[in-house]
């Protein structure tokens, strides 16, 4: 079973920025779709950016201009860039693989075991 890691996550002020990694056990980000998903407590779990192996991009309203997913091959990373942070991004972050070209939620994913999150808190 391919082992996802995220990190990056942290505690940080309306407005402010920070960027997510994400690797895992296997060499998979160049061959697949690759997104980044958040849980909020209460709430289900929502594909927010997602990446193809073709270079597309896409993401949900309410991060579109904000965040922006990019992957580095060579170290089998994916990355998540994010500015103008907001306290409703507060939430644990995710990647994994989509398992259909959607965002928002109700988006599956391929791999039943979720690596362990990243905290992002947004809060003054």
């Known amino acids: 079973q391919v082992q996802l890691m995220e990190s990056g996550g942290g505690l940080v002020q309306p407005g402010g920025s920070l960027r997510l990694s994400c690797t895992a056990s296997?060499?998979?980000?160049?061959?697949?779709?690759t997104g980044w998903y958040r849980q909020a407590p209460g709430e289900q779990r929502e594909l927010v950016a997602r990446l193809t192996a073709g270079g597309f991009r896409e993401y949900v309203d309410s991060v579109q201009g904000r965040f922006t997913i990019s992957r580095d091959s060579a170290k089998n990373m994916v990355y998540l860039q994010m500015k103008n942070l907001r306290p409703e991004d507060t939430a644990t972050y995710y990647c994994n693989l989509p398992r259909q070209p959607c965002t928002g939620f109700g988006c599956e994913a391929v791999f039943g075991s979720w690596g362990q999150g990243t905290q992002v808190t947004v809060s003054s």
């Open positions: 296997e060499t998979i980000f160049t061959s697949y779709p």
